[in-house]
């Protein structure tokens, strides 16, 4: 295509390298920015004890049934693994199966036969944060209340509006052996923590992509105040000159 890629890694080289790109014009970065909601409800499971809460005979049982073509579909294992690992420990993890709200529900999936569980993941204490600034709600033991309107940027508006070609390399690959380096989709997520915008860290710093036909993508002008504020400080912060 001759286009010029820009491959990142994180929110830090995602932002300096689309500030090269437009020409340090954020007006012409924010054009490309969008909203996204994700599945309004997920199961947790962040112990083993949680299978049998549910019902679930084995961990196989729920990666029979889970979508091979989501992100995360590669990850199960060693996401299951870090159960085993101390609670204060980054690398320990939780699963989340989108857009499952009970155990009925669960277990009507299961009953399919189809692979159709979307089961995501992110770290215990990514979780505890979203719960700690009300992000995320517990509807009960196992059921969260993830609906929020949330940021991101658009593969394709990039590519129209700046003529760069990005590319987001996985920051777990190590999770998955042999899975892809690169993250795929056309909706790129930038994780940032709108109830505490202020200091130099805002959020989490981990850049990755989804499909867009799973969510509702609208505006960016859809997002509440505080939001897109937090956008504008974490870009008052990170969209610079790169060293």
Known sequence: SGMAVLEVRDRKSLWQGLHRA???????????????????????????????????????????????????????????????????????????IEGIGSKAALHAAIQSGERVLRIGHLSLGNLRGKVANQEWRWIDKHAMDTSTLKPALLRPRVRELLGVELRVMRHDAHLADGGPTESLGDLVIFDIDHANPTGTEVGNSKVFCQCPSNYDVG??????ADQRNAVQLMFEIEFTRAP
């Not at 499971?45 to 990666?63: K, R, V």
């Not at 199960?76 to 699963?95: G, H, I, K």
């Not at 505006?219 to 509440?224: H, T, V």
Request: charged share 20%; net charge negative; hydrophobic share 40%.
């Open 22 to 96: 437009s020409v340090e014009s954020l007006e012409m970065v924010q054009a490309c920015l969008c909203s996204y909601s994700p599945p309004s409800k997920r199961l947790i499971l962040s112990s083993l004890e949680d299978f049998a809460a549910l019902g679930i005979s084995s961990p196989q049982q729920l990666h029979d049934v889970a979508d091979e073509s989501f992100w995360a579909y590669r990850d199960f294992y060693a996401v299951l693994s870090s159960f085993q690992l101390p609670e204060t420990d980054p690398e320990r993890r939780v699963m989340g």
């Open 219 to 224: 505006e960016f002008a859809a997002l509440s």
